[in-house]
């Protein structure tokens, strides 16, 4: 019965708390530009539309569920509270049904402001919790054993981490081996684990030895827990999700804040109403750690299944969180909960009463430094690291390896940061840079500039090629078998490159779709917000072709909309679709019918762009990442490659009908991508933050017509997607493109020494999503990238693999680097007039 009692409370109060925090998580959304672009207006999660839609309706089950649980608090002391929250809840309700918020929310401070708001209730509640069963508790005296017992519980929940994240590894690995140094990353699991908990244990000791001098030190515990509580989760909140979405700074710190007190109380509440208010609490601690023992009272034998029961729980997770993640976001989220529940429910395993033996109390008399020198040792002490077999020039590829498949191991190796030899220079300042000039709020002005890859653009006589832009989202170019002779399902793009100019050194300049596309358009690299007011005014694509007279046939995403000027020309392609259903296959048959439709008479040549999503790794897991039968494709991952080879399929099929229109020889076809795709390198999905080597490189593939072929152009330079702009203006007699820092270049020139002037040793690249940079030097063969949302830097060969050869990081490397991103940004800020003091 009293578990049927706590389960009439935590289930209504859960509905409530959970409504509250995620309605203020999509104001937030909605504050943030990016987001805001991407979940709201692109809807990337489904979900959210449908959650806005309906949420005056749920507020009410929500509301119903928050004045369920206060059915029996019509009391002295919190009647007042009570009252309040009917009142002013069912006032408020009212209102949300008659003026619906969430649907109307834009991209401004008014969203920022209800963010704010909806973590209010969460709070209150917490209030009645705390006013009402928490004045009732009894409180005891301190149990001399608990520290035994905490030590305990810290010491078995370390190794019991490292023991069942290394039995998850191989398992998501799926037969994926790691280096042969394996073995000391194991053991050095172990030990960062162990330190970890062996540091909470110094905090709890501490936490005991202040509330021993007064006179209630179980109320004192449970007070200083609960706000050690609030700082862990503002932390958590700040460091991993809103440095995720670029919310750093006053504001973000003001509203982490807001959301660790929020939690901390809802936790501290809950602890009071589950407490037995008949037995006195011997320690704050474990009164605190209550919302998180569904198991408290049960014999504990049944404790020791709940265990086993824990170890399930972090490989579904682990499992359930790889696949779309954010940057390692909600694997880290997922394990720092699986941290807590097995911290509590191994402590609440151990006997309340045990007297610790004399080895055990010596351990917890050294426990202060014995943390202390671990953290030393394993951060800055590299013969232990080689003893390891985990040499410096393999070290961090190994790490990074293992991570990928072990999140536990990540965080823990995170929080100590351990193992890597740390530059001598201050990054601080840097990260600090990024963060400053990454995901603009909209509150900054900028003014976008004019495009201006030419003074004026002359006009446009002669013959004009017929250009099909077809940009397949997250392509990578080892799927593509011009690229990887070990590819056998794209014989159609095969034919079309034996035909074309397949640049083999290709990349992006913007790691996810939300700058990349603009890029594509302006021909330069663009202002780091989504999306300045009149940034149509850098268009430089669209003035070319409408000086050319050119008729285009556009699918028009939600980036589109804000990137394309006034068209009177243009014909949209996918009308009336999201662009997460735009299908290559579908918009090409449209295509096809326009280009029979053509009047032959028509002297107007022909513009297509789109920006298909079969193979986006988003669009592949709401299908449910399946294979049609009877196909297989050993050595790749199967979904993504079956997609493929249907558009591949599709893409044969529009050329063949160029073909019999006779547009082909007089057409430019370009096949490329926005970014790549991590498809289970090493454990990373999807693109999102990540520069990795699958992600900035992408395929380039140009059909030119017949007439212009004698043209000078070298596949093996670096190229980029950004480059096609500056290369249709060339083509089109509007010579010489602009050769500014920011600017692409025109691939094809009429004599091979025109190219020269427009190559460079650095090339910059940089997250559309978050503040991560990165430089390409050696022509194409060089990786270096400064991650400042996990402070951390990496470098790559970008050899023959698909996924690079990790290496360790110069001191030249970092130099040129760090010079060539921090002069990108510079000048992005004095091209729009971005006024951000940090530079």
């Not at 959304?29 to 839609?53: D, H, K, L």
């Amino acid at each position: 019965m009293k578990h049927l009692a706590a389960l009439g409370f935590v289930v209504p109060r859960l509905v409530f708390t959970l409504f509250c925090l995620i309605t203020s998580l999509y104001c937030l959304i909605a504050y943030v530009p990016f987001t805001y672009q991407q979940v709201i207006e692109f809807q990337v999660v489904s979900w959210t539309s449908v959650f806005a839609r309906w949420h005056p309706w749920i507020y009410w089950v929500a509301f119903a569920c928050g004045a369920w649980t206060l059915a029996n608090d019509f009391r002295r002391g919190t009647r007042a509270l009570v009252l309040t929250y009917l009142v002013a809840g069912a006032g408020f309700g009212a209102w949300l049904v008659a003026s619906p918020l969430l649907v109307n929310l834009r991209n401004d401070q008014a969203s920022l402001f209800w963010a704010g708001v909806w973590l209010l209730p969460v709070g209150w509640l917490a209030l009645v919790d705390l006013a009402g069963p928490g004045r009732r508790l009894v409180w005891g005296g301190s149990d001399a054993a608990e520290d035994a017992r905490l030590f305990r519980a810290c010491v078995a929940t370390g190794i019991a981490l490292a023991v069942v994240y290394m039995a998850i590894q191989p398992l998501r690995a799926r037969g994926i081996l790691i280096e042969r140094a394996s073995a000391g990353v194991l053991v050095w699991s172990v030990l960062l684990h162990t330190m970890v908990f062996l540091a909470l244990f110094v905090v709890f000791a501490s936490v005991r030895g202040i509330s021993s001098v007064f006179r209630r030190p179980a109320l004192v515990e449970f007070t200083l827990a609960t706000i050690g509580s609030a700082v862990v989760a503002t932390l958590v909140i700040q460091k991993l999700i809103f440095a995720s979405i670029s919310l750093v700074g006053p504001t973000g710190e003001a509203l982490a804040l807001g959301f660790g007190v929020a939690l901390a109380m809802t936790g501290a509440g809950w602890a009071a109403r589950l407490a037995d208010p008949g037995r006195p609490v011997l320690s704050g601690i474990e009164l605190a750690m209550t919302p998180l023992d569904p198991l408290a009272g049960t014999p504990r034998a049944v404790r020791i299944l709940g265990v086993i029961v824990w170890a399930g729980i972090a490989y579904w997770l682990a499992v359930l969180t790889a696949v779309m993640d954010w940057n390692y976001l909600f694997q880290k989220l997922g394990a720092l909960t699986v941290w807590a529940l097995g911290f509590t429910w191994i402590y609440q395993a151990f006997r309340r009463g045990r007297e610790p033996r004399a080895a055990v109390t010596v351990a917890i008399l050294l426990a202060p430094a014995i943390a202390v020198l671990g953290f030393r040792t394993l951060s800055s002490t590299p013969p232990l690291l080689e003893w390891l077999n985990l040499p410096a020039s393999t070290r961090a590829a190994t790490i990074d390896r293992y991570a990928a498949f072990d999140v536990s191991f990540r965080l823990a190796h995170d929080f100590t940061g351990s193992g890597e030899a740390r530059p001598g220079v201050d990054m601080s300042r840097f990260y600090d840079l990024l963060q400053a000039h990454t995901n603009i709020p909209r509150t900054v002005a900028i003014h976008p500039p004019d495009a201006r890859l030419v003074p004026a653009i002359t006009p446009i006589t002669g013959r004009k090629p017929h250009i099909f832009f077809i940009v397949i989202d997250s392509l990578r170019p080892d799927y593509l078998s011009p690229y990887n002779a070990k590819v056998t399902f794209t014989p159609g793009i095969d034919a079309l490159a034996k035909d074309s100019v397949v640049f083999r050194h290709a990349f992006t300049h913007y790691g996810a779709t939300g700058l990349s596309e603009p890029s594509l358009w302006t021909g330069t690299m663009v202002p780091h917000q989504q999306y300045p007011d009149e940034m149509w005014r850098m268009n430089a694509l669209q003035q070319v072709l409408q000086a050319g007279q050119y008729r285009a046939f556009v699918s028009k995403d939600h980036i589109l909309q804000r990137l394309l000027g006034p068209w009177p020309e243009l014909t949209e392609l996918d009308r009336g679709r999201g662009a997460a259903d735009y299908d290559v296959c579908r918009t090409l048959d449209e295509l096809d019918e326009r280009v029979r439709s053509r009047d032959p008479a028509d002297p107007a040549p022909m513009f297509a762009y789109t920006q298909p999503q079969n193979v986006h790794i988003s669009t592949i897991t709401r299908q449910g990442a399946t294979v049609p039968a009877g196909e297989s494709y050993p050595g790749f991952y199967a979904p993504y490659a079956s997609r493929l080879h249907r558009v591949d399929a599709c893409i044969a099929t529009f050329v063949g009908a160029l073909r019999r229109a006779n547009l082909y020889d007089d057409s430019l076809i370009i096949l490329t991508s926005d970014h790549g795709e991590s498809i289970g390198e090493d454990g990373r999905w999807g693109h999102a933050y990540t520069l990795y080597p699958e992600v900035v490189r992408i395929p380039l593939i140009v059909h030119v017509p017949v007439w212009l072929r004698q043209l000078a152009v070298d596949p093996d330079r670096v190229s980029f997607a950004m480059d096609m702009t500056p290369s249709i203006y060339y083509l089109l007699g509007q010579r010489p493109t602009a050769n500014g820092p920011l600017d692409g270049r025109p691939l094809f020139t009429q004599r091979p020494d025109e190219a020269q002037p427009y190559l460079r040793s650095e090339y910059v690249v940089a997250s559309s999503y978050g503040p991560v940079y990165a430089a390409i030097s050696g022509d194409g063969r060089s990786l270096y990238i400064a991650d400042a949302t996990a402070y951390q830097e990496y470098a790559f060969d970008l050899d023959g693999n698909a996924g690079g050869t990790r290496r360790p990081v110069t001191e030249a490397m970092r130099t040129a680097g760090m010079k060539a991103i921090r002069s990108m940004i510079q000048e992005v800020a004095k091209a729009s007039r971005i006024a951000i003091d940090n530079q």
